[in-house]
């Protein structure tokens, strides 16, 4: 994968220190192109979850409405992690935005968190 296609200003948090940036990728059997988004049971796999096309869409679906969002690893180079995870789903406990991009969680029921240090 392309890893000028990953978003750097946006990522959830595991339990284990992992940041996870969600990346836009292309899906294969619908060429449906953009960020990855889906609710439970609604698998991007089987042709099914939306593609947005900007952060703040991103950002909507995922910190206000719920949805699982596709996510890599990019502070472990050497221990990748890959998947479509959500906000209080299993061992993600949070999620952080940039400062430029702090209106878009304002009123948001989960506050954002600090970056993990290593």
Avoid: C
């Avoid at 946006?10 to 292309?26: H, R």
């Avoid at 479509?84 to 989960?110: C, E, F, M, N, Q």
């Amino acid at each position: 994968m392309d890893n000028s296609a990953v978003e750097k200003r946006f990522a959830l948090i595991a339990s284990n220190g992992d940041v996870l940036n969600p990346y836009m990728k292309t899906q294969k059997s619908t060429g449906r192109y953009g960020f990855a988004l889906s609710k439970t049971g609604d698998r991007d796999a089987k042709s099914g979850g939306e593609y947005v096309g900007t952060l703040e869409q991103l950002v909507r679906k995922v910190v206000f409405d719920g949805y699982k969002v596709r996510v890599k690893t990019t502070n472990k180079p050497h221990e990748q992690r890959a998947g479509s995870l959500k906000i209080g789903g299993r061992a993600i406990v949070g999620y952080w935005v940039s400062g430029d991009l702090r209106h878009l969680v304002v009123g948001a029921p989960t506050a954002p968190r600090e970056l993990p240090r290593f």
